[in-house]
């Protein structure tokens, strides 16, 4: 586990060349097909060598949860491990591996009706009118969203007009199956906040040198998108799609995408920072494998 720009993807393919591991992807962005710039998903030779699980699934048009990835997860380490070798869950989905660790909460299933339903409010009203809905009903659950989270407000808004109760109600009742595997918990984290802006921002720049803007013009030729949808809601791409829109230029288009992304690695360190039973270690130490390495063959001796 670990923020954006961490080394994951690194340490991963290293890992695997020592020890009979398959690489599990969790990385709720990874999953959309013809997403591969934005998402940094590996490259065709490197997949070819190291295969991984769970990237390529759906549509940039469909839309995935931390159900649906906690039951393909499940099933791909039975496979795994069928097969003599160990899964590695890699990526910086957070709630994806507190799902599969936890279990999930008892919550209704996403009704398309009902979410097309207040896609169209919010297209008429805006989500900050929405937000402000969701404080008159559910107070506690509006508190932790920002008026502008449109994700969020779609699916607590769903919950709650479903059950006609608050989400804390719906999250009490959880439906926990005992996660059959011994966990070995690792997290890279870098020892100097300065340093990781600076490979995000190299990154991003890489990003749009290698046509992240025309990348997402394809997807916009090629599938029904619009900007509501999880897809193009994920960092990278909500700016080019703005870009494309004219609502920014391209030194705007840069800024903007640098500074989502740092945010985004800001709520990864806050998951990590109160994570249970985690082994820590500096993402920018120059024996970061050999040190994650030597822990993860020490703990499967």
């Not at 690489?23 to 997949?47: C, N």
């Not at 295969?51 to 940039?60: E, G, K, R, V, Y």
């Not at 809905?133 to 449109?150: F, Q, S, Y």
């Not at 996660?179 to 020892?191: G, K, T």
């Amino acid at each position: 586990m670990g923020p954006t720009a961490s080394g994951k993807t690194a340490v991963s393919l290293g890992l695997t060349l020592r020890l009979p591991l398959e690489i599990i992807s969790v990385d709720s962005a990874q999953v959309f097909r013809d997403m591969d710039i934005g998402t940094a998903k590996p490259d065709r030779a490197t997949l070819e060598k190291f295969p991984h699980h769970l990237i390529d699934l759906i549509s940039p048009e469909e839309r995935y949860s931390a159900a649906r990835f906690r039951a393909d997860a499940l099933r791909v380490m039975a496979q795994i491990t069928a097969r003599g070798k160990i899964p590695l869950l890699a990526g910086g989905t957070m709630l994806y591996f507190k799902a599969l660790r936890d279990g999930l909460s008892d919550l209704p299933q996403a009704d398309a009706e009902l979410r097309r339903a207040i896609d169209a409010e919010a297209r008429q009203r805006g989500w900050p009118a929405l937000h402000a809905e969701l404080a008159r009903c559910d107070p506690a659950a509006a508190a932790r969203l920002k008026p502008t989270d449109a994700q969020r407000i779609q699916r607590v808004l769903e919950v709650v007009r479903l059950t006609g109760a608050p989400l804390a109600e719906s999250l009490a009742r959880r439906s926990e199956a005992a996660l059959p595997y011994r966990l070995i918990q690792l997290a890279l984290l870098p020892s100097d906040r300065a340093v990781l802006h600076e490979r995000i921002a190299q990154r991003f720049d890489a990003m749009l040198a290698a046509g992240l803007v025309d990348e997402v013009r394809a997807l916009r030729s090629k599938y029904r998108l619009d900007a509501a949808l999880p897809s193009m809601r994920c960092v990278g791409y909500r700016q080019a799609w703005e870009f494309l829109e004219g609502g920014c230029d391209r030194v705007a288009l840069r800024d903007n995408g640098i500074v989502a992304t740092r945010q985004l690695a800001k709520r990864q360190l806050t998951w990590l920072r109160s994570w249970p039973e985690v082994t820590a270690y500096d993402c920018l130490a120059p024996d970061l494998l050999e040190q994650v390495a030597h822990t993860v063959a020490a703990s499967l001796a």
